[in-house]
């Protein structure tokens, strides 16, 4: 137990909302739900937005930026938008404080009533697609590849911190295309650069598939999905990619002119990931100690610790390992030389909270025998090691830890998804947590019912589901493949 | 003329509005004030941000993120700053839509009205220093060098797209420090940051000075400023810094107990610098042909359009160019190969107006002689080049287009600063624009009163002015050194 961290066997939920606290992650504000990104927490999103980024920007996505109010109306174009949004979202009804004559300071000024009142986005689908229909008029103005950074704000009745905030930060992307092919490649595509950022730089696992009727995004046709499990043998969506179809195109009137010369409704997509994948990192991954970040997500690679006496020690420390923070630099590792005046335990303490993945401890005399102790993060481990060829072995250390802690969360994976194949199993695997692979019949009744009597939910069809007769657990209805139930964040 | 665009000289005003939405870079939206920033403008944003984030960094300072909402009680803590702010603000006061039940459609529900209306943030000081209160305690958690970008919101009565509009992106740094002297270097040192950020990247040379009382932020001590002066002979302000005395400390109760064990008031600084940078730069630089973007900022650096009559001219011309192409991008250069189906003098067009730096022409003929065009945007003068060690010299060129852009706009600030000593010089002098170095006599009423006279604003006092004992242009009272006078966006 570190740092007053609560233990993840004991209360796994205040473990997790510690440890964002205690690691410096973020926290709460004074507006409900509303969170706080702190330097560290924010510098770890910093880097999971550049690897993103970089991947849209490969598959030939460019940035730009549409306001952050929405008029009513426009919410109100596509009719299972609006059922899905209205219900949570600020409105925005005066432009003007003013102070009270009776003295009760400053209050808002009833003259400045907006016409229309402006709603703050949820998502973009709306405020993108009017623009679209300018923009798009024939065959040559497609595809359009746009994605948002961006803020967001939902009025969730429930919040938790990272996981379900009022407002988030994310990226949406939204592209135009002229035919459904297209569109649904842009959807599949866009699911496959989720999958690969998961696994490449969050060490993630995750499956991909598809969302039912029932928790399809509000406009879409169809929404596919990245799903991951967490320590707790509970569910995260991770990512989701949208098929428009042509309801945006049709709610918004955008039509193009083909090659053909006929005149024909747009196909879109939309995806996007949020500051929720900040909470899946955390739940993935950490331990008791505190926080275990992949090295290609952490601000801190490597932290060198110096165990010395007196500023000479110090002095001479820092001489010998200069040349190794030099060449650990060189290679692209962020290293921090910690010499502030804490003790060595309380400065353990404190990267492991923080998630740093290799500590090298440097006393004196060690180093006068050409050695260095190198500490692993994700599992503990401890090795002596000679001082000569340090940055090198350490450098290669970083990539075999970002692949340990992947192996690990897929072990658990494995380890915690079973199929099931009756209603007693499914309610007993239940109990433990992780992911049920299980026959359903296919109806949303079906769906609700099981969600009403255990909470569980289709996280997902995996998209790599086999055909395989069965009878669906709950009704004994026919079914053709196996879907993936779990209880979810 | 290019494409429609009005002269500069014939209508300055409507250049820039035309310039702005055919050059791709910007558009207004439905939502009153709000811009739409498209995919080339937000490159060259996206080139912006990058830049000073490293400088940020450089300068000891990380990103972190607060809320877009303020509680109303917030913006009142500090006294003019609430005075500053609530006269322009959009107010958060219901957070649910409902279906009407006389078939309105989607109104606001009056049963999810907030206890406490919240604010869009116009700016953060108030939302930081409330968490700042629960970070500080000793000096060791001193200073605070935080930034962050964000969205913020100023409900303007006048807008204008990039200069000043109801939404705007802007970088807000808020930090805090033990001592009073720290402040201040502080202050001083992100306006430097700003200067160099303008001169090195934006090729923008801007005077640096300090705001007089009345053009003060609201709730700051000192308001240091970069002013930069447009074609048209009027001011910009490009960026401000902020020595925020102890005013917001004291307003949240921010104290830290010193060294000696003394419990003091922190001292802050905010400096900030927004998507209005865009405005100047198309002001400051551009044409009656387009934009003329300084290479550092410029999405595409050089375009390469082949002239050719056939598909197989094409390929040869390709496999000609292909080897500069690549070492063009191996030289860290980003270019454009346009091999659309547009005629070429479309394509010239077309690139003077996005002010691409470098375009080169290739046709069969010349190629064969192993010759290329090499067009400069800036000074529109052209060369014939041998391709043989056409990319370094491109390479070279792209620093002397950057460094030419600079030093036209230096001597067009240079030839249009006045040091004017009458009234009457003063009214002739601000007819044709630019600015006017003059005595004043530090009053706020003789500030106040020029401006209503001629609208001309006291830009700033440069930090460089010079002891010199002088008279008040408007009053004849006595002053010891010259202010920059002009009329500004």
Known sequence: ????????????????????????LAENSDVRGCMIIKPYGFAIWEKMQRALDDMFKETGHSNAYFPLFIPKSYLSKEASHVDGFAKECAVITHYR???????NGVVVDPEAKLEEELIVRPTSETAIWNSYKNWIQSYRDLPILINQWANVVRWEMRTRIFL?????????GHTAHATKKEAVAETSMMLDVYEKFAHEWMALPVVKGRKTANERFAGANDTLCIEALMQDGKALQAGTSHFLGQNFAKAFDVKFQTKEGKLEYVWGTSWGVSTRLMGALVMAHSDDLGLVLPPKLAPIQVVIVPIYKNDEQLDQITELIQPMINELKANGVSVKFDISDQRPGWKFAEYELK?????????????????????????????????????????????????????????????NTYEVNSWEEFEEKLEKGGFLSAH?????????????????????IPLDAKKEDGKCILTGNPSSKRVLFAKAY
Do not use: H
Not at 97 to 103: A, F, H, I, Q, R
Not at 164 to 172: A, D, G, K, N, P
Not at 360 to 388: H, N, Y
């Open 164 to 172: 379900r905030t009022t407002e988030f930060l994310w990226q949406e």
């Open 1 to 24: 137990m570190a740092k007053g961290l609560p233990l993840r066997s004991e209360n796994y939920s205040e473990w997790y909302n510690e440890l964002v606290k205690k690691a410096d």
């Open 355 to 415: 998630g740093v993945p290799v500590r090298v401890a440097v006393g004196m005399r060690d180093l006068e025998k050409g050695l260095i102790e190198v500490a692993r993060r994700d599992d503990l481990s401890k090795e002596q090691k000679t001082l000569e060829g340090a940055s090198a072995y350490i450098t290669a250390l970083l990539e075999e830890i970002q692949e340990a802690i992947y192996t690990k969360a897929l072990n658990f994976k494995t380890e």
């Open 440 to 460: 359903w019949d296919g109806s949303s009744e079906t769906e609700d019912k099981i969600k009403e009597l255990t909470k569980a939910t289709i996280r997902c």
């Open 97 to 103: 404080l003013k102070n009270d004559e009776n003295g």
